[in-house]
């Protein structure tokens, strides 16, 4: 079933972490996370949020389990708009605190940690990532495609109108971000109509995947809709939109916004459309955003930040744009 990716977390009450600390708890252990490694967890979402307590007064946690093909894992993302950090290296030093404690949290956070990352700016905040999966994953092994989805749904409801769809064959991966039109359960149908389309589509053409979902979910609400797939042989990415969903191409010097097409998946789409190509080589990275996100993103603001893991780069738009009036979408791919 497609629906949010992470559940969004408000850190700003100590009395309400021993809650927090339990949710995750028992999302984990549903997710198939064993006792030893949420134990683990445990302590990282305690750190967490003590940190985000003393450091920002919005601080916010997002939690996404993922099954990760049989080997899952959890990700957790700390995100605040506090005073940031002028050395964050040296603030993962054991020792090192500005609030008179012991100062092994960030520490602590990293060696429990599969994958744990930092990113910090003086006067812009902080975000912290970090996944535990069930099983160490293998060390060393770097795939040619990372794609890291960032779905919350609209503060107030419990399912997502905003969907994330995947495929990968030998010769190509594709992809979808999807967003039902409103939101709740009825948008949450449609995105899930669409991405049973869309899975179950044999070709690669973008534009022919939107026509096939365009007939098999009529009797939605419909949605607007962007599918990019990419031939790992050519390196060329081919894409097509359908509505507002925003898809931008870009390195850390070039940039190309996708023009999409005016319409409504599922009612009416354009008796013309052709897909669009851009080259791996100009462009490796993509950026897929629904309505939730602001759309005037300046990347300029986010030095470095090609060196993190593209989550990093997901949840500093999601801080910086994300409108909390709808269901909110952020997803990042990188090539090499």
């Not at 899975?199 to 534009?207: K, L």
Request: glycine residues 8%.
């Amino acid at each position: 079933m497609v629906d949010a990716t992470h559940i969004s977390f408000t850190a700003d009450d100590r009395s309400y972490f021993s809650l927090i600390k339990k949710e995750i708890h028992r999302m984990a252990t549903e997710g198939g996370i064993g006792v030893a490694r949420t134990n683990e967890l445990d302590l990282i979402v305690a750190e967490m949020t003590s940190n985000l307590f003393k450091y920002s007064n919005d601080g916010e946690l997002l939690v996404g389990v993922f099954a990760n093909g049989g080997e899952p894992y959890v990700e957790l993302i700390s995100i605040d708009n506090g005073p940031g950090m002028v050395n964050p290296a040296r603030m993962m030093q054991d020792g090192m605190s500005t609030t008179n404690t012991l100062g092994h949290g960030l520490g602590s956070m990293k060696r429990l940690s599969d994958t744990f990352e930092l990113y910090s700016q003086p006067g812009w905040g902080t975000i912290v990532l970090s996944r535990v999966y069930n099983r160490q994953p293998p060390i060393g092994i770097k795939p040619s495609v990372i794609i890291r989805p960032i779905v919350v749904y609209k503060p107030g409801e419990k399912t997502s109108g905003d969907g994330f769809a995947f495929k990968k064959t030998e010769k190509y991966f594709k992809l979808m971000l999807a967003d039902g039109l409103g939101h709740g359960p009825e948008a949450n149908i449609a995105v899930n109509e669409a991405a049973n389309a869309f899975r179950v589509f044999p070709d690669f053409s973008p534009t022919e995947t939107i026509r096939f979902i365009h007939t098999n979910i009529k009797k939605t609400r419909g949605a607007v809709i962007s599918v990019v797939g990419y031939d790992l042989e050519r390196k060329i990415w081919t894409s097509a939109g359908v509505g507002n969903i925003a898809a931008r191409f870009f390195n850390n010097t070039n940039l190309k916004n996708q023009m999409s097409y005016n319409g409504i998946v599922g009612h009416n789409i354009p008796n013309t459309m052709n897909d669009q190509q851009y080259a791996a080589d100009e462009y490796n990275h993509l950026m897929l955003c629904s309505d939730g996100i602001k759309t005037r993103i300046d990347m300029a603001r986010y030095p470095m930040i090609y060196k993190y893991d593209p989550t990093i780069l997901a949840s500093a738009i999601y801080k910086d744009h994300a409108r909390r009036t709808d269901d909110m979408s952020v997803v990042i791919a990188k090539v090499k």
